[in-house]
């Protein structure tokens, strides 16, 4: 009897271990999630004349078996590519380079790529740095990631856009707990727009401006020349000095040659030439009625004319390479991770600017980071000047440049199963958008007319300066893009620029069916037995040990 117990308590035991060894076999569950950034660091736009785009990349990193199978880390990048509708040999573009991995490191170092030689430099120059693209599947799950730089790169010789360096980073990852992509750009400076190519890109050359005109945009824009070191002592000396050759030239009355003036002399002419003595080379006695010949008044007329030519060439020269948007410090950046809950996800943006000038004003910047940061009252502010120093030229262009600036969107959340994570962030735009009358505005200008006996404000600058104006150099690099594009104008349809635009989003599944990467949802790995024939044959092993168990407690007959 205690031998036969024993016997089939082993019995039992050994069928139950195999029982339990057959129905028990489980596996933990991991999450699968998908990971993507693209970026375009630099977009340039002229109307359709011309479209440049400088390091437009995208990469993307998964485990979800529903996106793709296996596993899989892409990093793509077209560095550079200049594409026209009216000019078929600008149509250039450097190869788009792609590293994609579904298992070991796959790295890509990408040359330095140059604007070519066949585009005119009036168009665009500068250099590309793709730098290295790498994608990766490893137990930790799917990771890819680049970077790249920009150096000197300009559209229309500077005068639209000027970049002289700039720092491009991206990663995604997908893995079993999270998916995570972030994305970094900076950039120490950047000219967006310079005023003299702007208004010839229009159609309008800043020295066909009124004088007038051209005294208010100094004040607006606190301009300052050599020799006049405040930006009053400019305005004055632009208002002073026609007013002096106006008034000398109503004392010469009939006068010719040795003949003394006979002429009334204005009291209000001394205190003019006075208020110009700091002024070299301006004389600033006034004549004299009966003494001062009319040779000498004119004498006298020509160095005031000289010295206004000279300050108006410096003053122009300065108002053509003003920029209506340099910005300093630019840098954004963002990260759209995606986990098992809402809780643990994050979508999340940074991004500072150090300041903004508009022409030779500065606007103070502003750091996201930063508790109480208003980009609204950046943008407004920065528009506001934007605004001011174009409808001083006239009315119907004060709307003519629209600024966004560190504009941001981010949210979190969960549908289908999934966390979602999406952020995106772009560091400047501005758009150029000419009125409907812009004909109109451009015609008026050109028949501005000179009235050499008056000196009037209202006389145009070109007028004024005559043979003695010197080029300016974004009039002349504006000039070249126009001609280089086939055009009188390259601006007349608009443009649009584009800095730091980047986006993120990563989804993330935490579902008890998902099962390790690679894998097919809701079925655990195989190991070469049907588990099905296992859990069949742990029942029958469980029926049999009842059976024993019945056979132990039955009576034993002794005969």
Same mark, same amino acid.
């Not at 002096?244 to 000398?248: C, K, R, V, Y």
């Not at 009334?264 to 110009?276: E, F, Q, S």
């Not at 812009?438 to 200008?445: D, E």
């Given at each position: 009897m205690g031998i036969k117990r024993i016997a089939a308590a082993a019995t039992v035991l050994a069928l139950g271990g195999a029982a339990v060894s057959a129905g028990g076999a489980t596996a933990a569950t991991n999450g699968v999630g998908t990971s993507m950034v693209s970026t375009k660091v630099l977009g340039v736009g002229v109307g359709s004349l011309l479209s440049i785009k400088? !390091? /437009? $990349? =995208? &990469?993307? &990193? /998964? /485990?979800d078996p529903t996106v793709a199978a296996p596993s899989v880390a892409s990093s793509t990048l077209s560095p550079l590519s200049i594409a026209s509708a009216s000019v078929s040999a600008l149509n250039v573009a450097a190869p788009s380079v792609t590293v994609k991995s579904t298992g070991a490191t796959q790295s890509i170092a990408v040359p330095t790529v140059g604007v070519p030689g066949a585009v005119p430099a009036a168009v665009a120059t500068g250099s590309v740095s793709p730098g290295t693209l790498n994608a990766t599947v490893d137990s930790a799950g799917a990771h890819s990631g680049l970077s790249s730089s920009v150096t000197n790169l300009t559209v229309a010789g500077g005068g639209i856009l000027s970049l002289p360096s700039l720092t491009s980073s991206l990663g995604t990852s997908a893995g079993s707990a999270n998916a995570n992509g972030t994305r970094g750009v900076a950039m120490p400076s950047l000219t967006v727009l310079d005023l003299g190519a702007l208004l010839k890109g229009l159609g309008i050359d800043p020295a066909s401006l009124s004088l007038a005109t051209v005294t208010n945009l100094v004040g607006q824009l606190g301009i300052t020349v050599p020799g006049l070191p405040t930006t009053a002592a400019l305005t004055g000396a632009l208002t002073s000095l026609p007013a =002096? #050759? &106006? *008034? %000398?030239q109503a004392t010469i009355g009939s006068a010719v040659g040795s003949t003394p003036i006979a002429g009334?002399? $204005?009291?209000? !002419?001394? *205190? #003019? !030439?006075? *208020?110009?003595g700091g002024i070299g080379g301006v004389p600033t006695t006034p004549p004299t009625a009966g003494v001062t010949t009319a040779d000498q008044v004119l004498a006298q007329i020509n160095a005031l004319v000289a010295q206004l030519q000279s300050l108006l060439n410096s003053a122009l020269a300065v108002l053509d390479a003003s920029p209506l948007l340099a910005v300093t410090g630019l840098e954004v950046g963002l990260t759209a991770k995606a986990g098992d809950s809402l809780a643990n996800s994050a979508a999340s943006v940074t991004g500072k600017v150090g300041s903004v000038k508009v022409g030779s004003l500065t606007v103070p910047g502003v750091d996201l980071a930063a508790a109480g940061a208003n980009v609204a009252a950046l943008v407004n502010s920065v528009t506001a000047k934007v605004s001011g120093i174009l409808g001083t030229i006239n009315p119907a262009l004060a709307n003519l440049v629209s600024v966004k600036v560190l504009e941001q969107s981010k949210s979190v959340s969960s549908s289908g199963g999934y966390t979602h994570a999406v952020a995106s962030i772009t560091g400047l735009a501005a758009t150029v958008t000419p009125p409907a009358n %812009? =004909? *109109? #505005?451009?015609? =008026? !200008?050109k028949r501005a007319t000179f009235r050499r006996a008056t000196y009037a404000v209202t006389d145009p600058v070109s007028s004024i300066l005559g043979t003695a104006a010197a080029p300016l150099a974004q009039v002349t690099n504006a000039a070249g893009l126009a001609s280089a594009l086939g055009v009188a104008s390259a601006l007349t349809s608009g443009a649009a620029i584009s800095v730091a635009e980047v986006s993120a989003s990563s989804d993330f599944a935490p579902t008890a069916g998902v099962t390790t990467p690679g894998t097919t949802p809701g079925e655990l790995p195989r190991t070469g037995t049907d588990t099905s024939l296992l859990a069949v044959f742990g029942v029958l092993l469980i029926a049999t040990a009842a059976g024993i168990i019945r056979w132990l407690r039955t009576p034993t007959r002794i005969d």
């Open positions: 400088a !390091l /437009t $990349d =995208a &990469s993307k &990193s /998964t /485990t =002096a #050759i &106006s *008034g %000398l009334v002399v $204005d009291p209000a !002419l001394g *205190g #003019i !030439l006075g *208020g110009l %812009l =004909a *109109g #505005i451009v015609s =008026a !200008l």
